[in-house]
């Protein structure tokens, strides 16, 4: 066990640090597209939000090993610096950079498997966050089984025509491109009939109805696909490699959905809030019942947190067995998280339930609001059931379900 | 940057969960559940300290390893994955910090050397100190213990006592000294042994350094939640991976019941509850030795965290089990009843958890 990241990267932490410092309450002239996206903060410099990912990507805290040609920074791949990066944000009060599933998802699918062609046209634009993305996945009838997915995509001449329907599409509204799977072997076997297609989102014969989710936000949309041409090559990988394709990318969510030192610092946050709100004029910090759970939940994310800290090292040491462990991450990092969030809604209670411009609001409706965004994320990106049933069968090897014909 | 076990400690948990297999069979284990053959436990023990482990902790100059406190969770948790029934945490782990903690020189030497060189065994009885049941408690005046003290650890084979008030003083007392009486307590766990002491005028020597701050008897009582956590651990997996077998190979409706969601969904729950306990076990022992400042919250949390996920996992991996779980013939209850008994040891989960909340305000 050493837990020193080594006397090389003190200079580094320090440079983070600094950096930091220098655009401490940074805010934005453009609104954020997403809720979960930092929002700025006061009192610093005002920027546009894609001057401050190039400034990011300048100084090689943002895109670090994505190589100069396509827009990153070309730094080496360092998880050590990654981790120190996020940290040092986290602790500050400068805005992180932007995310999205254009940057979480499909920059590392192309970085892989795209062409050079395509790496030279999408990335540069996606990490600057000038070309939003969006991801065309789930359909109506293609949820938890998503390889049963039907909207079509037929090659005629030299392009593909794509009919049908995709839902759950978040941000769809204000992205650019999206990233879709689609039915091109119609003959295949399910999963062998699928191709990664690559959709301008301003091709005619795309329509988008904004779908409003339990928290009031459009945080969806439902996207209908009529005879929507786009050019033969749009596509990554080969025709009805699909699947493994996107396969890829759902690894790169399932890490990224619950971070766990994200966790702690809502943690923090709550404790914070338990010492300042009262309840019969007695901080609800001194309540033995809110207290006895505010520990349980602690607990919970510290085990979290050195879980990932067994993750990352084991990046660092390779031969290290972590298969399940990492399994496991989607799972419990949303339950916990939800789990977090409601409880502050009980320690407020009836204070709990206020929501959007109400007076007597707490920290700006967070607690509610990622209360209810959460449960979203417990569904979305494989439901906790399908985690389960991973976890069981590739992570145990235990039997799978009897095949349905047909099915 | 490395977060995880040493070669050196994987392979002193695998040879004491080798060790334990070969030696410790469940056929062995219920002999010595039923009292039966009395030797075979002895025959166990001594084996057990063939493998170094009474020493481990004991600095160099005393005559011991001088290993870290990873170390010994390693070797609780080899003990919990085999139900293994021998003496450990209290005799080799939680005496050892508090005199090293407490002692003063001679005291050390005396002490330290004696348990590194197994002269004697020491059975550990701190319960006053973490909370008091059925009115008991030990005074201390001139040199005499008077009072009460239960649960203590190892009793039964203990030369001597090492036990505390409800001020965190620790006296140590020679087993054979005038004025005591051994009461045994039965618990549900029959691996491990816990009895009453009764005092009367009964002479003991006071830790000198435990007699100015309780510091020194919260430093192993730490080190003693953590062990209880590895152990728990370990008797977790060991339940998940009897059941996960057991669910593909027992066939109902035609097919392995490991098919079926609701018996996998049970499976992968106490999978992804049980993995982070790794990390948090082997955190928490990292800071004991390590890092003082986030050592108690890391044991407060590391013993309440996984007492909470090792009894969900013992019901569970129960219920993989149908009817056959319940049964004796089994012997499934053997790591069940180990879990439950390390739950309330050294401080239940919520006792532990305020314990927790009070080192961080």
Known sequence: MDLEYGPEYQEFTKKVQSFCKQYEGLSFKDRANTPLVSSGGSGGPEMHRSEWQKILIENGYFARSVPKEYGGYGGEADIIKSRIIAAEFSKSKTPTPMGGQGIDMLVPTLLEMGTEEQKQAYIKPTLHGEMIWCQGYSEPNAGSDLASLQTKGELVGDEWVINGQKIWTSTAQYSQMCFCLVRTEPDAPKHAGISYLLIPMDTPGIEIRPLVDMTLKPGFNEVFFT??????????????????????????????????????????????????????????????????????????????????????????????????????????????????????????????????????????????????YFLGLIIGGGTSQIQKNIIAERGLGMPKEPKIQGA | ????????????????????????????????????????????????????????????????????????????????????????????????????????????????????????????????????????????????????????????????????????????????????????????????????????????ELLELSGLSSDPISKSIDAGRIMLAADTLGASQAMIDQAVDYSKERKQFGRAIGSFQAVKHMCAEMVADLEPCYALVWHAAHCHDSSPDEAKLMACHAKAHVSEMGKGIAKKATEVHGGMGFTDLLGLHYWFKRIGVNRQMLGSPELVREEAMQSQL
């Open chain 1, 227 to 372: 005879d929507v041409k786009i050019p033969e090559g749009n596509i990554i990988g080969k025709r009805g490699e699909g699947w493994a394709v996107a396969n890829a990318t759902l690894g790169h969510e399932r890490g990224s959905l619950a971070p766990p030192d994200a966790t702690m610092n809502r943690v923090n946050m709550l404790i914070h809030l338990m010492k300042k709100e009262t309840l019969d004029g007695k901080p609800l910090i001194e309540h033995p019942i809110y207290r006895d759970r505010l520990m349980q939940i602690q607990g919970k994310v510290l085990a979290q947190q050195s879980h990932a800290l067994r993750l990352l090292s084991a990046k660092l040491n390779p031969g290290t067995d972590v298969k399940i462990g990492q399994m496991i991450q989607k799972l419990t990092g949303t339950e916990l998280r939800h789990e977090l969030e409601g409880l502050a809604i009980d320690v407020m209670g009836e204070i709990g339930t206020l929501y959007e411009d109400s007076p007597h609001l707490k920290n700006d409706g967070t607690w509610q609001f990622i209360y209810m």
């Open chain 2, 1 to 204: 940057m490395y977060f995880g076990l040493s070669e050196e400690q994987s392979f002193f948990k695998d040879n004491v969960k080798k060790y334990l297999e070969d030696n410790a069979s469940l056929d062995q284990i219920r002999k010595i559940a039923s009292n039966d053959e009395t030797s075979i436990g002895k025959e166990i023990h001594q084996g057990f300290l063939n493998l170094g482990v009474n020493g481990l902790l004991i600095p160099e100059e005393f005559g011991g390893l001088g290993l870290d406190l990873l170390f010994a969770a390693v070797v609780s948790e080899s003990l919990g994955t085999c139900v293994g029934p021998v003496p450990y945490i209290a005799p080799y782990v939680m005496a050892p910090t508090a005199i090293m903690a407490a002692g003063n020189q001679a005291q050390k030497e005396n002490y330290l050397t004696k348990i590194a060189s197994n002269e004697i065994l020491v059975g550990v009885g701190f319960s006053e100190f973490i909370g008091s049941r059925n009115d008991a408690g030990l005074t201390f005046a001139d040199g005499v213990l008077e009072g009460r003290a239960m649960f203590v650890m190892d009793a039964q084979v203990a030369t001597h006592f090492l036990l505390a008030d409800n001020l965190g003083q620790m006296f140590m007392m020679d087993a054979q000294a005038s004025g005591l009486e051994i009461v045994s307590l039965t618990t549900i766990d029959k691996t491990r042994q816990y009895a009453e002491i009764i005092c009367k005028d009964a002479p003991a």
